[in-house]
């Protein structure tokens, strides 16, 4: 994971407008649960690529394990959105059910 991360982060200085080479590295980040880390990766990636339901779940899942609900469900709403119109590598009922319990 170690040079992982540092070719990651190489390719993201040569190549900052990179929402791929972001939301790797994210994913890098929180298979080791370093979530404030991921969350800044997958924010960056969203911004870069608003219309990507991926993005918007990750981040959406970064929040949650960060204990930020709020914001959490406003991107796990956004993840839901943007899934009805494109492939998502996520279970959209299952986020809607996450949702739903954060706005219980």
Known sequence: ???L???LAAGIA?????PQ???ALGNLFASQSRWNEAQVQY???YRLDP???DLAFNLAVSL?????PRLAAEYYARAIEAARTQAAQFD???AARRLAQLRG
Do not use: C
């Open 51 to 53: 219309a990507s339901a």
């Open 21 to 23: 080479l972001r939301f």
């Open 64 to 68: 949650d394990h960060l204990n930020q």
């Open 14 to 18: 040569q190549n900052p407008q990179s």
């Open 43 to 45: 924010f960056e990636a």
């Open 5 to 7: 991360e540092s070719r």
């Open 1 to 3: 994971p170690e040079g």
């Open 92 to 94: 959209p009922a299952a």
